[in-house]
T-cell receptor, first 117, second 111 residues
Framework: GAVVSQHPSRVICKSGTSVKIECRSLDFQATTMFWYRQFPKQSLMLMATSNEGSKATYEQGVEKDKFLINHASLTLSTLTVTSAHPEDSSFYIC?????????????FGAGTRLSVL | GQNIDQPTEMTATEGAIVQINCTYQTSGFNGLFWYQQHAGEAPTFLSYNVLDGLEEKGRFSSFLSRSKGYSYLLLKELQMKDSASYLCAFYSGAGSYQLTFGKGTKLSVIP
């Protein structure tokens, strides 16, 4: 299957700092990328849909000024958690869609575990 | 509204067969996915069903009945490494490629 690279895999930061997470599709162009958050023993919750060259679409309850998404190219989307607080500690996962047609499969990055002290 | 339901936990013996069920309700439907997720890792794509019937891929098979809002994942010849959470997810609505995930079924394979 297609390869999606997510970096960093783990971040520990102080409260109030900003953290940037990168998501890259390595062997295909991803018109659309998705950002999810997963709390322990919970399912993946979609945070936002990122489209190349346009503003991201955020799910209800997700603060767009706190979770900044930039999809600058067909292979890169970034999520910046601004002014992080302990309640933002979670597992953040990106996915990239192969796009087009019936078999529009999402492939996931390895995830980023964010711990805010 | 949208709803997706699967058992929370299951236990099966190494070498056996296990079936993980998933039921869903949605006003629009555009495909049903199964992903495998090991603890602390991101989901790995297993299968995709858009039409009714059974799709077989090695030890894993997935079945879909759109009229019943029902799918299952069948794992044969279970191995210890199959211990993981299995997530059922669907696309809803034409052109909408946002996945709605179930909470996952944690499968424990025992010797």
């Amino acid at each position: 299957g297609a390869v999606v690279s997510q970096h960093p895999s783990r971040v520990i930061c102080k409260s109030g700092t900003s953290v940037k997470i990168e998501c890259r599709s390595l062997d295909f162009q991803a018109t659309t990328m998705f950002w999810y958050r997963q709390f322990p023993k919970q399912s993946l919750m979609l945070m936002a849909t990122s489209n190349e060259g346009s503003k991201a679409t955020y799910e209800q309850g997700v603060e767009k000024d706190k979770f900044l998404i930039n999809h600058a190219s067909l292979t890169l989307s970034t999520l910046t958690v601004t002014s992080a607080h302990p309640e933002d500690s979670s597992f953040y996962i990106c996915s990239a869609s192969t796009g087009g047609g019936a078999k529009n499969i999402q492939y996931f990055g390895a995830g980023t575990r964010l711990s805010v002290l | 509204g949208q709803n997706i339901d699967q058992p929370t936990e299951m236990t099966a013996t190494e070498g056996a067969i296990v079936q993980i069920n998933c039921t869903y309700q949605t006003s629009g439907f555009n495909g049903l996915f199964w992903y495998q997720q090991h603890a602390g890792e991101a989901p790995t794509f297993l299968s995709y069903n858009v039409l009714d019937g059974l799709e077989e891929k090695g030890r894993f098979s997935s079945f879909l009945s759109r009229s019943k809002g029902y799918s299952y994942l069948l794992l044969k010849e279970l191995q210890m490494k199959d211990s993981a959470s299995y997530l059922c997810a669907f696309y809803s609505g034409a052109g909408s490629y946002q996945l709605t995930f179930g909470k996952g079924t944690k499968l424990s394979v025992i010797p």
